[in-house]
Every structure is written in structure tokens, then in C-alpha cells.
């Protein structure tokens, strides 16, 4: 049997499933949508990786991370669960020893990581603003009628970048849609916001960090070559696109579960890709916190429930 190392990612954008082997090499990577259904999302890729790596799979252990990580240990039967900043900075680390910074730019979020020596010790994350994220890069191709697979392209084409104001998804949208009433060609426009959402990234995301190389830029976004090519000019230093940087946080988090030697795996077979799952919740009126329970059952069978803070609903769930 073929041993190996599953790391799942859920997030609000998409849904990520890594398998590597026993020296950490990337035997399969599944990227799919998440839309709002994780438990299918998970469903999915582990189908797909059964078809990609055939069923003679012993799984020797499995990791998950992301904003969907509870749901997905529980539901799949993970070995480690880590937050996605360190799922990030280990993959990186591995990918390119030595990493001092880490810019990942996903769907929804974007986030720094600070490395010294192997070890994070700094980061900062933005979840306010969409400017710069894959869904704000996306919503601007399909304004502009142009596939998001040929954005980067023609942002390289450029002759003269235009200046866009990127410090709000709001205003860069309306900058640009001023700039096009001007005439300026749309491969300058493409360019401009590529500079324009990198600026805004150092400035917010970025700022009091000290950027050393190497860097790797990571991410969705890291597909985009006219935001490679903004990044290089604004650090002055060429940002490295690691082989797997769609799927980092899946990565480092089969990585995380292949460094902990374990004997057996708690994963709970491929035959989840066939069992009904289904999530329900509550808010727990036990004191003035009211929190929201989340529980989640296969079948009649309550597995989980997480989200109440003094443990009363979570510890009372029968194994």
C-alpha cells in the first residue's frame, strides 16, 4: 500500500486537499470551490484523490487548517489542526529554506508572515478590505470583459502604468472606470491596479515589518504575473512563486502531520466521501456570553459541537 500525508484547507473561497508521500513530496493537489458547502467540498476532493491515486492508500496521518478547520477535523478524523499562519510558514519554510517573509494573498484575505531563523515571529492578516484579494481581481476582469487567466498577461504589456488609487476596493473600482473615460489603454489600467493593490498591501498589511528576502508570494493571487512583477519593483527584490502556491496552507498542513512520527492515523477512512453529514447550531442561553454552538452530526449521531466557551456543550458530547 502507498502510504501517505493528507493536509485539508477549508476556506471561504475555496477548499484545498494535499496528499504527499513519506519524504514530503506532492503526490496530488485537489483546488475546489467551497461554496458555502464545506462538508461537500471536503467530500469531493477526497473523492477526487481516491481517483487520482487509486484506493490502495494506507493514510499514516492528516492535517487541516483554515476557517473550516474544526468542522474538518472532526468530520474526517485529523491528526494536528493549525491555525493557517503556521500551516503557511511551514510550507513556505519547506519550499524555500531560509524564507524570511511570506506574502500570501488568497480569495477573501491577505496576510504577512514574518520568518527568522524557521520561526514566525511576526504576522498580520487583512480581512476588512477586499482590495488586492483574489475576489476584487476577479470582479475587475469580469467588469472589464477580460478572462482573470489573461489579467496578469496584459498587465505586462503595459506601456506607461496609470496611477490608481488603491487604498479601498471602492475607490480603485471608480479610479479605474475614470481612467477609462480618459482613454488610457486597459493594459496601462491593469497595471496601474496591480501597482496600486500592492501598494495598498505594504501599506496596510505590510506596514512597520521589516521585508527581507527571500520572499515568497504565495497564494491564488500569486498566479497573476502583473502582481509578481509589482511586488518585485516595489521591494526591489524578485518575490518567489513557490510550484504548489495554491494550495500552501494544504501543504503545510499534510507537513505538519507527517512531522509527528505518528504510528496511526485517527483519519476515518475514505468511506466519509459517502456518510451524510449535516451541521446544525444553537445559541446557548446558560449565561450572559449567549454563545453560538456549532455542532455537527453524521447521520443521527452528534460527533462535535465547538463555539460555547466554559466547554458545557462541548465536553458533554458522548464519544
Keep these: 500500500m502507498k502510504a501517505v500525508y493528507l493536509g485539508i484547507d477549508v476556506g471561504s473561497v475555496s477548499t484545498n486537499v494535499v496528499a504527499l508521500d513519506e519524504q514530503g513530496k506532492v503526490l496530488h493537489t485537489v483546488y475546489l470551490r467551497t461554496k458555502?458547502?464545506?462538508?461537500?467540498?471536503?467530500?469531493?476532493?477526497?473523492?477526487?484523490?481516491?481517483?487520482?491515486?487509486?484506493?490502495?492508500?494506507?493514510?499514516?496521518?492528516?492535517?487541516?487548517?483554515?476557517?473550516?478547520?474544526?468542522?474538518?477535523?472532526?468530520?474526517?478524523?485529523?491528526?494536528?489542526?493549525?491555525?493557517?499562519?503556521?500551516?503557511?510558514?511551514?510550507?513556505?519554510?519547506?519550499?524555500?529554506?531560509?524564507?524570511?517573509?511570506?506574502?500570501?494573498?488568497?480569495?477573501q484575505d491577505s496576510k504577512i508572515i514574518i520568518l527568522r531563523h524557521g520561526i514566525v515571529t511576526d504576522f498580520a492578516m487583512n480581512t476588512v478590505c477586499a482590495a488586492g484579494t483574489g475576489s476584487f481581481l476577479d470582479q475587475q476582469a469580469a467588469r472589464l470583459g477580460i478572462p482573470i487567466e489573461d489579467f496578469g498577461r496584459r498587465a505586462l504589456e503595459a506601456r506607461s502604468p496609470v496611477r490608481i488609487a488603491g487604498r479601498c476596493a471602492v475607490f480603485a473600482e471608480s479610479d479605474m472606470i475614470h481612467k477609462q473615460q480618459q482613454g488610457h489603454p486597459i493594459e496601462d489600467i491593469i497595471a496601474g491596479l496591480c501597482e496600486a493593490l500592492v501598494r495598498n498591501y505594504l501599506n496596510n498589511v505590510g506596514?512597520?515589518?521589516?521585508?527581507?528576502?527571500?520572499?515568497?508570494?504565495?497564494?491564488?493571487?500569486?498566479?497573476?504575473?502583473?502582481?509578481?512583477?509589482?511586488?518585485?519593483?516595489?521591494?526591489?527584490?524578485?518575490?518567489?512563486?513557490?510550484?504548489?502556491?495554491?494550495?500552501?496552507?494544504?501543504?503545510?498542513?499534510?507537513?505538519?502531520?507527517?512531522?509527528?512520527?505518528l504510528r496511526e492515523s485517527a483519519f476515518r477512512g475514505f468511506n466519509l466521501t459517502e456518510m451524510e453529514f449535516k451541521t446544525g447550531g444553537f445559541e446557548c442561553q446558560g449565561c450572559a456570553n449567549h454563545c453560538e454552538v456549532v455542532e455537527l452530526r453524521e447521520g443521527s449521531r452528534l460527533l462535535a459541537r465547538w463555539g460555547d466557551r466554559c466547554g458545557k456543550w462541548s465536553n458533554a458530547v458522548a464519544v
Excluded at 474544526?70 to 524555500?96: P, R
Design 207 to 261: 506596514k512597520g515589518k521589516e521585508i527581507l528576502p527571500p520572499v515568497v508570494f504565495q497564494g491564488g493571487v500569486a498566479a497573476n504575473a502583473g502582481m509578481r512583477r509589482a511586488f518585485n519593483r516595489a521591494l526591489g527584490t524578485e518575490v518567489i512563486v513557490p510550484e504548489h502556491y495554491g494550495v500552501m496552507g494544504a501543504f503545510g498542513a499534510a507537513l505538519l502531520a507527517k512531522d509527528m512520527g
Design 36 to 107: 458555502g458547502q464545506p462538508i461537500q467540498a471536503i467530500q469531493e476532493g477526497l473523492r477526487q484523490l481516491l481517483t487520482a491515486l487509486g484506493k490502495d492508500l494506507k493514510v499514516k496521518g492528516v492535517g487541516t487548517t483554515g476557517s473550516g478547520r474544526s468542522l474538518a477535523a472532526v468530520m474526517v478524523g485529523a491528526d494536528v489542526v493549525k491555525n493557517e499562519i503556521t500551516a503557511h510558514a511551514v510550507a513556505a519554510n519547506f519550499a524555500v529554506p531560509g524564507v524570511q517573509t511570506v506574502i500570501e494573498i488568497g480569495g
